[in-house]
């Protein structure tokens, strides 16, 4: 099976969409709640909802891994089964990709809902290695095909992730999220920086996801690509409890932004927070990749 790289040679590739916020808006996981302790109390959706996205057209499932570091599930009382946890998603991530499809093990930024990551001070620098070098093991140990790093708010987090994830053999994708109306990360640097500073320290792939509709994510994704040469990725978010309800991006804004951004050369294109099996089936419509009903 083609790796990660040589399908982006040959044309776009389709990622999946957002698990966390599809299965709390499924009813299975509580308001608030961001982590996936819902792999251990309700396996069998966490499998539905995955193999969903797969026959929607997704060529990419990720594991259900998100904020799976021990200190993210013990703030949901799950720290104890953190193991388990990113395990169990991972066999089932695998379980549904068969033969066709590829598996990301994701890894993201812990510090994100407390927001006190803090590049000035080393303690935060190397807390989070320590929480993503307990994680890595288990992910990799389940032998995902690459990895991707994702919604990290600080780009030296990610770089810290970054130095991490690079002691693996693994394609590695690093995705930011700009929580400055889109446009800079919290220590202030913008996407075109962004991009060249992490693929300078070894990021196969480059991107943006969540927090933005599709519009504001291609001004991001568009900027990183006028900077470097690796592949770019981006998966924006469909919808966020924060947003009004006409920020809403349903299933034809997707397809229009997949055909947007195959046509400007983006390679990787998703979906992240809100967007369900439906708004992949669009994408890959636009994207002549199936997507039935």
């Known amino acids: 099976m083609k790796d990660l790289l040589q399908r982006l040679e040959e044309g776009p590739v389709l990622g999946d969409g957002g698990y966390l916020m599809a299965l709390r808006l499924r009813g299975f996981l509580q308001a608030g709640s961001m982590t996936p302790e819902v792999v251990a109390t309700h396996?069998?959706?966490?499998?539905?909802?995955?193999?969903?996205?797969?026959?929607?057209?997704?060529?990419?499932?990720?594991?259900?891994?998100?904020?799976?570091?021990?200190?993210?599930?013990?703030?949901?009382?799950?720290?104890?089964?953190?193991?388990?946890?990113?395990?169990?998603?991972?066999?089932?991530?695998?379980?549904?990709?068969?033969?066709?499809?590829?598996?990301?093990?994701?890894?993201?930024?812990?510090?994100?809902?407390?927001?006190?990551?803090?590049?000035?001070?080393?303690?935060?620098?190397?807390?989070?290695?320590?929480?993503?070098?307990?994680?890595?093991?288990?992910?990799?140990?389940?032998?995902?095909?690459?990895?991707?790093?994702?919604?990290?708010?600080?780009?030296?987090?990610?770089l810290v992730a970054l130095d991490v994830a690079r002691r693996t053999d693994h394609t590695l994708v690093v995705t930011m999220s700009f929580a400055d109306e889109g446009r800079l990360?919290?220590?202030?640097?913008?996407?075109?920086?962004?991009?060249?500073?992490?693929?300078?320290?070894?990021?196969h792939v480059v991107g943006v996801n969540c927090l933005w509709p599709p519009d504001r994510q291609m001004e991001c994704a568009k900027q990183m690509q006028a900077a470097v040469d690796v592949p770019v990725c981006c998966q924006p978010s469909a919808w966020h409890s924060w947003w009004s309800s006409p920020r809403a991006a349903g299933p034809e804004t997707f397809a229009r932004f997949a055909g947007r951004a195959a046509a400007a050369g983006i390679r990787y294109v998703g979906a992240c927070c809100g967007a369900g099996p439906e708004h992949i089936r669009a994408m890959a419509r636009t994207l002549g990749k199936g997507g039935g009903t």
Do not use: H, K
């Open 43 to 158: 396996p069998q959706e966490v499998r539905r909802l995955t193999a969903e996205f797969r026959e929607a057209g997704a060529e990419v499932l990720q594991t259900l891994t998100f904020f799976g570091t021990t200190n993210m599930l013990a703030r949901a009382g799950f720290g104890d089964r953190a193991e388990e946890i990113n395990r169990t998603a991972c066999r089932i991530a695998r379980e549904a990709a068969g033969d066709g499809a590829l598996v990301a093990g994701n890894l993201n930024s812990p510090s994100i809902v407390e927001g006190d990551y803090d590049p000035a001070d080393e303690s935060t620098r190397r807390r989070t290695r320590e929480w993503l070098e307990e994680q890595l093991p288990w992910i990799c140990g389940e032998g995902v095909d690459f990895l991707i790093l994702e919604t990290f708010e600080w780009l030296d987090e990610a």
């Open 185 to 203: 990360t919290r220590d202030g640097v913008g996407p075109a920086e962004c991009a060249r500073r992490l693929a300078d320290a070894g990021a």
